[in-house]
């Protein structure tokens, strides 16, 4: 196990790598104090001045001590015990750990090594280890009087060990290494002499004498005028020494002569780049994790992070579609750790996917990472082989950064990895790079679209805080549409920078409109700002096959697709299409999420659907019947196991080539819709745009049982509003009554009671019309439904009693029938006449197997054994009838069930189960959008008196929707 502590930066601790958490600034603070005199006591009065600066609270010595405590407790919770300890040592305390692991001393201990070592390159080693322990400004993030003392102090040991690291390196005649690093010290050191010195020499070795010159007189005028003093001796030697030209100023001709050459080829770091701070801390606990033991091979490309293979470690970043970010990334981090990386950086882009479409040859790549190591072009080999050998030569034992941009394939990139164990290589790629994790150990690093707070802060990097904020709902719209795509984004955003009278509300309104069309804005001119033109680079790899799956993945209906609607669709057997969406999987246009789904990002899914309508008509419209019938045949087989006592309708055999998803038995039907429900009713949407009308009245038929199990009213209504328009172009007569009655149903969920009792009397006189007794029973069933909404309980029984009537030689629809009468007669105070029927009706829904029945009946009877006054009875009765709602996942009727026993169970002064079962009903009635139900109940809830009393629920909601509408 790996232990770090440190204080170089902010106070953090590493276990492998992995942060742990410290808990806030105080308790950071005590820690800190304690590191810094690592095995070495500290009194409590010293820790309270150095945490507190002299004015501590009352309980200082106890917050101490509990900081302390939970120190203790975070770092045994990370394994820490064995290897930190925080003691207590008289009236002090101290942190016992090996002082190597903590950064500050081994710092120290480096730095000491260093000046007592004799060899110089020997020195400079440890001194450049000494200096990557730096992250930035000592115990950052804490202040006190104390730690603004520690931390000058510490500064001016950095200082002190830099200046004579950067002596070593321009003894063995590294100065052009140094200019970047030496520039920055001059320019925050303006006056120091000994940082003008070594500038001067680095300046001076590199040929450039006359900026040397000039940098010593820029010194002189600035001394003078703020000193009123000249330049010390020494330095006015160099000065005179460098005008002479004296030739003991060159490094040693040995050192010169075999000094090799540091390429810096990395391109600019973006200027504008904004976010990604887990994925830039991810790749900075890989390098530290492994340099300088092993090789760091890092690609971007698109799978989950995994552990690397001893010595190796690769980093792969997803989400992989053009414009994501990964060469932004890549760049951006490159630049932020070049420092580590003394002996250069060498990059190149391989043109996996570019408008060309030619990735560039292994040997192409290798020929330019060998000029810009010192190689003559002229006497490079030809052999792929012989110029890999000499590569691994060249960067063998060098601490060297190599950037792999864009690669197309594993095999491209294998060439160009290092043999040895000191370079660290970052790759970039839209696809996986498979066989690189197989062989090479690679570890992968997920990239996908940003965050909002990333995205809302590209948009203000680019437009200003006061552009964004001033329109807060416009930019929640740009980050919408845009689907906090980088690129995107940064289109988005660069047509309104160019705009800046344009409100952004604008800008949004015509990326709404034109979509796609928007951010294919300068295809011609640059194609690299053009989305559109980016993802079309990602299918230049793609077989003929995989390019049509992709095209119509993007018109086929629904959020997302599984393997057997996309076998559906494609017509593909299912291990050929599992094949070709891992094949699109790996080129980064779409992904695979838990469940077995496989979703696009929105704007990829809107590119690939452009690229259907290149597609052969006939293919495209095969494709939609095929997933239509899918979906359909799978829905109807699912409604028949939720109630197979329903009078079933007749579909026409499903188009060649569909097979529809198997399911055994009623929990599997439930939750294959629980899952498909959305591209359910965007099949029918799909169907509806096609003109084919049969599939929009059968698919509302086979959702009917499902959206009253699950509570689903509202898009019961609009699937059923969409079968109305269907209906029109349909001859059967029943067709048109069943729309009607679901239609009235479906209004008297809503609320709209005048609308559906119209459309119920509608379909009553067509089934009188077209003599459909069993048609007309049901009607008159629905027909209670509504009148008891509204409020009418003897309008409701009469309708009550005529479907009984008409159900005289239908036992299974009696039950239902006698169940209506008794739960009415019940609100009417007619108990006996109540319990009679509603126990005819659970004898005959248990001699059918009717559990949907039986379930709802005995809701009745728990209703009349309460209103009676029986309310033990009623318990009894509605909980028999909520394990049975419950095992058929009828999520609603499980709500009023509860409704109604919490009233019971509140009579007998049982008010820790009434509040249970009313919470768990209010719960349900807010996730189903019945508000006026959960408002009642909240009522209940708090009106609920800890003294018994016979509470009247005259509110709850009426038994007969306990048994969905049906036939």
């Excluded at 919770?77 to 930190?84: R, T």
């Excluded at 010169?256 to 540091?262: C, E, I, L």
């Excluded at 701070?277 to 606990?285: K, M, N, Q, S």
């Excluded at 509860?898 to 008010?911: E, F, K, Q, W, Y």
Aim: glycine share 6%; with cysteine.
């Amino acid at each position: 196990m790996e232990v770090e502590l440190r204080v170089l930066g902010q106070v953090e601790a590493l276990v492998d790598g992995t942060p742990v958490d410290l808990g806030p600034a105080r308790q950071r603070c005590v820690l800190a104090v304690l590191l810094v005199e690592a095995d070495r006591p500290v009194a409590t009065g010293q820790v309270i001045d150095r945490v507190w600066g002299g004015q501590p609270p009352r309980r200082a010595r106890q917050l101490v001590s509990n900081y302390l405590s939970l120190l203790r407790r975070l770092l045994a919770d990370a394994d820490l015990a064995g290897e930190v300890v925080v003691e207590r040592r008289g009236e002090g305390y101290v942190v016992l750990v090996d002082p190597d692991r903590v950064d500050l001393h081994r710092f120290r201990r480096l730095v000491a090594r260093a000046r007592a070592e004799t060899d110089p390159a020997r020195a400079l080693e440890l001194l450049e280890q000494a200096a990557a322990l730096w992250r930035g400004e000592p115990l950052a993030g804490l202040d006190t009087p104390w730690i603004t003392g520690v931390r000058q102090g510490l500064e001016r040991e950095r200082f002190a060990a830099d200046t004579h690291r950067i002596d070593l390196a321009l003894q063995l005649g590294r100065h052009t290494t140094l200019l970047p690093e030496l520039t920055d010290r001059a320019t925050t050191h303006p006056l120091d002499e000994r940082v003008t010195a070594q500038l001067m020499l680095a300046l001076y070795r590199c040929g450039r004498q006359a900026d040397a010159l000039d940098h010593y007189q820029r010194l002189r005028t600035r001394l003078v005028d703020e000193l009123g003093a000249d330049p010390g001796p020494d330095l006015q030697q160099l000065h005179q020494r460098i005008l002479a030209a004296d030739p003991a100023l060159t490094a040693p001709a040995a050192q010169v002569g075999h000094a090799p050459v540091v390429p810096r080829q990395l391109p600019a770091a973006p200027a504008l780049f904004t976010g990604r701070v887990p994925e830039l801390a991810e790749l900075d606990r890989t390098l530290t994790s492994t340099v300088p033991n092993g090789e760091g091979v890092f690609a971007e490309s698109d799978a989950e992070i995994r552990d690397p293979l001893a010595g190796t470690v690769v980093i792969s970043a997803i989400g992989g579609a053009g414009g994501i970010g990964k060469t932004w990334l890549a760049l951006t981090w490159a630049h932020r750790r070049a420092d580590q990386f003394p002996d250069g950086q060498l990059f190149v882009d391989l043109r996996g996917f570019s408008p060309t479409g030619q990735p560039t040859n292994p040997a192409d790549a290798l020929r330019g990472f060998l000029t810009a190591l010192g190689a003559d072009p002229g006497s490079l080999p030809s052999d792929l082989d012989a110029l890999t050998a000499r590569y691994r030569s060249q960067v063998a034992d060098r601490r060297m950064l190599v950037v792999l941009d864009n690669a197309a394939t594993a095999d491209q990139v294998t060439p160009l990895l290092p043999g040895g164990t000191s370079c660290t290589v970052l790759v970039t790629s839209r696809t996986r790079l498979a066989s690189l994790i197989d062989r090479h150990g690679a570890r992968h690093l997920h990239l996908d679209v940003l965050t909002d707070a990333e995205a809302r802060a590209l948009l203000i990097t680019r437009l200003g805080t006061d552009r964004v904020t001033a329109e807060p709902n416009a930019t929640d719209e740009l980050l919408e549409l845009c689907g906090r795509h980088p690129l995107a984004l940064a289109i988005a955003a660069r047509h309104a920078a160019t705009r800046p009278q344009v409100p952004l509300t604008e800008v949004a309104a015509e990326l709404r409109e034109l979509g796609l069309e928007m951010l294919d804005h300068d295809h011609d001119t640059d194609p690299a700002a053009s989305l559109p033109t980016v993802l079309s680079w990602s299918l230049h790899r793609l077989t003929d096959q995989q390019r049509v799956v992709f095209a119509l993945l993007g018109i086929a209906p629904g959020p997302d697709t599984t393997l057997p609607a996309a076998a559906n669709l494609t017509g593909l057997t299912p291990a050929h299409a599992h094949k070709t969406l891992s094949a699109l999987e790996n080129a980064s246009l779409l992904e695979r999420r838990p469940g077995g789904r496989y979703t696009m990002h929105d704007l990829i899914r809107a590119y690939a659907a452009t690229t259907a309508h290149d597609l052969p008509e006939h293919l495209r419209e095969a494709a939609l019947t095929r997933v239509m019938d899918f979906h359909l045949h799978t829905a109807f087989a699912a409604e028949r196991l939720l109630h197979p006592h329903r009078d079933p309708i007749h579909l026409d055999p499903p188009a060649p080539g569909v097979h529809p998803q198997p399911l055994p038995d009623y929990p599997a039907a439930l939750a294959w819709l629980d899952v498909h429900h959305p591209h359910l009713l965007a099949v029918q949407h799909t169907a509806a745009a096609h003109h084919r009308h049969q599939v929009v009245w059968q698919l509302a038929w086979s959702l009917t049982t499902f959206h009253y199990l699950r509570g689903h009213h509202h898009d019961q209504l609009v699937v059923w509003q969409a079968a109305a328009h269907a209906a029109e172009h349909l001859p059967d007569p029943t067709t048109r009554i069943l729309t009607q009655r679901h239609l009235g149903l479906g209004h008297t969920e809503a609320g709209l009671y005048e609308q559906a009792t119209d459309h119920l009397h509608q379909a009553l006189t067509l089934t009188e019309h077209h003599h459909n007794p069993t048609q007309q029973a049901h009607t008159h069933h629905d027909l209670v439904r509504v009148w008891m909404r509204r409020g009418d309980d003897r309008q409701a029984l009469e309708h009550a009693r005529h479907a009984l009537a008409l159900y005289h030689d239908q036992p299974r629809w009696q039950a239902r029938a006698l169940n209506a009468v008794g739960w009415l007669t019940a609100r009417l105070g007619e108990f006996d006449t109540a319990r009679e029927h509603c126990r005819a009706a659970l004898t005959l829904h248990r001699r059918h197997h009717d559990v949907h029945g039986e379930a709802g009946t005995l809701d009745s009877l728990g209703y009349l054994e309460h209103q009676a006054g029986r309310h033990r009875q009623a318990v009894d009765c509605y909980q028999q009838a909520l394990t049975l709602l419950r095992d058929l996942g009828h999520t609603t009727a499980v709500a009023d069930s509860l409704d109604r026993v919490g009233h019971s169970h509140a009579a007998l002064g049982h008010h820790h189960q009434a509040r249970a079962a009313w919470r768990e009903a209010l719960e349900l009635y807010r996730e189903q959008g019945r508000d006026t139900d959960a408002d009642r109940v909240q009522h209940q809830l708090d009106d609920l008196d800890p003294t018994p009393e016979q509470t009247d629920p005259s509110g709850a909601t009426r038994n007969t929707e306990n048994e969905q509408s049906r036939g």
